[in-house]
């Protein structure tokens, strides 16, 4: 409950006071139709899934979406439990998850976990061995790596995060990370703590990445939309919507729209690697 | 005739006023006791496999399946404390201002002031504190991120000031107006007044006023999770990162059902609630003492 206060929850109502958009036809799907449509879960995916919402709540007052955070594995549980419409997870469901709420998954977008520092950082390169040794509390010292001489302060998320999940499997092969690190609620957090910290290091949605912080290349690669598309920035993930059973009605619509020509535009140009 | 059933009418009402009342009275320590029910009966299997010290006591570490709540019984105690230590003479100096060493109409504004904070949400003071306190702290201290128990701390005490100057008022309030007009009569000034009159009588609420704050700053959930960056860590110094259980139970609530982290949640539930029932009976104690005499 608390965690979705701070990530605070979005209506759009303001939206209406926007100008129509140009390409209405992806949106033609949603004329007539009424509701409320609640959208819960990963944190990476708000910025697409908001500007979504505003298009389609400009042309249809009718239609009432409120889009709120708490984490991947929030938003799994609570779309499983019925509390919700869709779900959104920056990780595939586990099998469990998924038999034992019999979930439907949808792809819309794949999106890379970037290690990111403080701009005022000289150190914007690592192999995956440094990277491991930084988070597991054996390197304490930007020194150590060419940098100034600044302690290192490491920032993670709690367990209920996608991006956590991610960047442990496939950045940290599953390695330790050390007691002394902060932890924090959100990418939008993520992002606040390290553009703060100069002695910062955190990993966070790709798309998210913006000029307040430095993305670190990864045993030479740097992650960037060219490098995550053609695979080889490896610590990547879909980014999911998930419904309890079939989509239906208004949630079928939305995830619909988010696949469309125009659902992937906003989806490209919110920074995601759009999937069709 | 007329009479008797105007007394009955009245009668009747008031036993149904008094058995509603009754019932919302019952509902109220239903949910309490039920609560704490709650705690016991989901922490319970968690006892059952043997390993109930290991978790009250042990370190945290999933990685070796360590899932041990002492980092953050430390944590939640750490700032706690720190909290009232920092808070205690702030509000005992602004109590007595108000109420014996100030002229009257600034005081009235400064007790004005005082409640109003009591209404401001508690976002807000996280919010403060990650733009305004932790880089200052930071760049002050020199080392960590300034996500600390230190920071914590001292936005902890803003918090928990005006829960303690208000019972202070109202602890010195209760001084009887002769005492006072005593003094006067013996030309004793306001510091006298208050140092020799007010403050040894008040003893037992100012006690009492300290130890409910603790159980408050011991609830806090939302300035914790804003500022102490949450480390799962025994503390060593003061600008350590640090976690409260309040702080675990709502980063953990949305991990996996099944797994440890989640269950461990239960454990510090309950070992938040019997820590603030003590402290709370602590103060119902002294203050009940402070009565009697």
Request: aromatic fraction near 8%; hydrophobic fraction near 45%; proline fraction near 4%.
């Amino acid at each position: 409950m608390i965690k979705r206060a701070m990530v605070a929850t979005v209506t759009l109502c303001t939206a209406l006071l926007v100008a129509l958009p140009i390409h209405a036809n992806s949106l033609d799907r949603f004329a007539g139709l009424s509701g409320d449509l609640k959208i819960a879960g990963g944190t990476a995916h708000i910025p697409v899934v908001k500007e979504a919402a505003k298009q389609i709540m400009t042309l249809n007052p009718n239609i009432r979406i409120t889009i709120a955070g708490g984490g991947s594995g929030a938003g799994i549980k609570q779309v499983g439990e019925g509390l919700i419409d869709i779900g959104n997870s920056g990780r595939r469901p586990s099998d469990k998850e998924i038999t034992s709420y019999g979930l439907s998954l949808h792809k819309w977008a794949i999106d890379g976990v970037a290690v990111v520092v403080n701009p005022s950082n000289t150190v914007t390169a690592l192999t995956q061995g440094q990277l491991a040794q930084i988070f597991s509390g054996k390197i304490t010292n930007w020194k150590a790596l060419g940098g100034k001489d600044r302690g290192i302060n490491i920032y993670t998320r709690d367990a209920s995060s996608g991006t956590r999940s991610v960047f442990w499997k496939k950045a940290l092969k599953k390695g330790e990370i050390a007691p002394s690190a902060n932890f924090v609620v959100s990418n939008g957090a993520m992002k606040t703590a390290v553009a703060n910290d100069p002695g910062a290091i955190g990993y966070m949605s790709a798309g998210f990445v913006d000029q307040r912080l430095t993305p670190v290349a990864l045993d030479g690669v740097t992650p960037d939309a060219a490098s995550i598309r053609n695979g080889t920035y490896k610590v990547a993930r879909g980014l999911f919507s998930n419904t309890r059973g079939e989509a239906q009605g208004l949630s079928k619509q939305f995830i619909d729209f988010l696949l469309s020509d125009q659902g992937q535009a906003i989806v490209k140009e919110k920074g995601f690697i759009p999937v069709n | 005739m007329n009479r008797s059933f105007f007394q009955q009418k009245r009668d009747r009402n008031e036993t149904a006023a008094r058995a509603l009342l009754f019932m919302s009275a019952l509902v109220c320590c239903l949910l309490v006791v039920l609560i704490l029910g709650f705690m016991v009966v989901t922490g319970l299997p968690l006892f059952g496999q043997n390993q109930a010290m290991d978790l009250l006591t042990g370190a945290w570490s999933p990685h070796n399946g360590g899932y041990g709540i002492a980092p953050m019984i430390f944590g939640t105690l750490w700032i706690s404390f720190l909290s009232v230590v920092i808070s205690f003479p702030m509000s005992l100096g602004c109590a007595a201002y108000i109420c014996v060493l100030g002229p009257h109409g600034k005081a009235t504004v400064m007790k004005r002031c005082v409640q109003m904070m009591t209404g401001i949400p508690t976002i807000i003071y996280g919010f403060v504190g990650v733009f305004l306190l932790v880089p200052l702290i930071r760049n002050t201290a020199g080392t960590g991120s300034g996500m600390c128990i230190l920071s914590a701390s001292l936005v902890l005490a803003v918090l928990i000031a005006p829960t303690m100057i208000l019972f202070f008022i109202q602890s010195f309030d209760r001084v009887p107006r002769s005492w006072l007009d005593a003094v006067d009569a013996l030309g004793g000034s306001r510091v006298q007044k208050l140092v020799y009159v007010v403050l040894p009588a008040c003893v037992k609420g100012i006690v009492t006023g300290t130890v409910l704050s603790f159980g408050r700053a011991l609830g806090d959930t939302l300035v914790a999770l804003m500022i102490a960056g949450n480390a799962i860590q025994k503390p060593d110094s003061l600008l350590d990162s640090a976690r409260t259980l309040t702080a675990h139970i709502a980063l953990v609530s949305a991990a996996d059902f099944e797994s440890m982290e989640f269950k461990s949640i239960f454990l510090c539930g309950a070992v938040l609630y019997l820590i603030t029932a003590l402290v709370i009976l602590g103060a119902r104690l002294i203050e009940r003492r402070g009565t009697h005499e």
